[in-house]
């Protein structure tokens, strides 16, 4: 298994020319990530949480194509996937490709305790709006109005893809001792034990947590 490390992620942000504002969020997202990761290992049976840091780099590079993807038009998850695959990393790209759609939903997993790292990506995703913690409300209504058009499948698979994602956060708090709602308070908290303390982006640590400043 390779696992590219913070440093190697920084380099394919500069490579693929990933804008300020993603690398922000894709901070965050990773985060997040580390911090369920964290929590889980402490309180699941050894060998049965996510590895840590699949869980951070597969954060970290999950919107590695947004940028291009911006300008082409092309699906930024697949193309995501293949930057990843291309440079020697598929265990990544399997977290690439799943984080906005999960192909292997089971909830009888969840249930027991068994969350891939491409489940605590896509969760990690699902709270963050720009780079801002929101709850998945929040964030299902900013991706309806700006995804959603006047397609009603569309809207319908926005709000289907939410619904799992509400079951997965059930079933993944379940096992924690904080509430989806503390979040943002707990990775706050878990700040200087992160191992993306100090990580350079640009102007990422002056990056608000909260929505205030998020549209």
Known sequence: MQIPGVD???ALME???MLPNIR???LLVARIAELLAHHLQE????????ELDFCVNG???????????LKEGCDHAATGAEICRKHGFPEIAEIVAGHIILQEFSLEKYKKGLFPAREIVYYADKRVRHDAIVSLVERQEYILENYGGDNERVQQG??????RCGQ????????????????????DKYTGQSCLSGFPLDD????????????
């Open 8 to 10: 190697t992620c920084v």
């Open 168 to 187: 997965l956060e059930d079933a993944l708090f379940s096992f924690l001792d904080f509430s989806p709602e503390q979040l943002l308070h707990e990775v």
């Open 204 to 215: 990422a640590d002056s990056a608000d947590l909260s929505d205030t400043n998020a549209a």
């Open 24 to 26: 922000r969020h894709s």
């Open 43 to 50: 309180i699941l049976p050894a060998g049965q949480a996510p």
């Open 158 to 163: 926005i709000r289907k893809n939410f619904r």
């Open 15 to 17: 490579q693929y020319a």
């Open 59 to 69: 954060a970290l590079l999950h919107d590695i194509a947004k940028t291009p993807c």
